[in-house]
């Protein structure tokens, strides 16, 4: 498996977890001028805009993909959630950043990774 079909397999399973746990899916792989966000939700339990990026890895030798996240990721996505926000009229929602790693079987999902 490639580093692309590793990448789609992973983001198959966050969608297929964030729908089982009540998630709306609003959109995936929404693209902007700063880059690609690999899925936005919504969250009926806060009823919150949820911003999702997904890090994929056929196990944890090189550590817990949730930890992949860089501050560059983070500051890359909070313009690309300012972009999708402005471009849908969408300015004074609640909104969040989760980070869900796909590693092998295990799906690990955590909410408010980050704040900007």
């Known amino acids: 498996m490639n580093t692309r079909q590793k990448g789609a397999h992973g983001e198959e399973k966050a969608v297929e977890h964030l729908v089982q746990n009540g998630f709306t899916i609003i959109s995936r792989n929404y693209r902007t001028k700063f880059g690609e966000i690999d899925c936005i939700a919504s ?68 909410k408010n990774a980050f704040y900007l």
């Open 43 to 110: 969250d009926p339990k806060d009823q919150s805009i949820v911003f999702v990026e997904v890090k994929s890895a056929m196990g944890k030798k090189a550590g817990n993909p949730l930890y992949w996240v860089t501050r560059a990721k983070q500051t890359q996505l909070s313009r690309m959630a300012q972009a999708y926000l402005i471009d849908h009229g969408s300015t004074s929602v609640r909104c969040r950043f989760d980070v869900i790693a796909v590693s092998g079987n295990d799906i690990d999902h955590l």
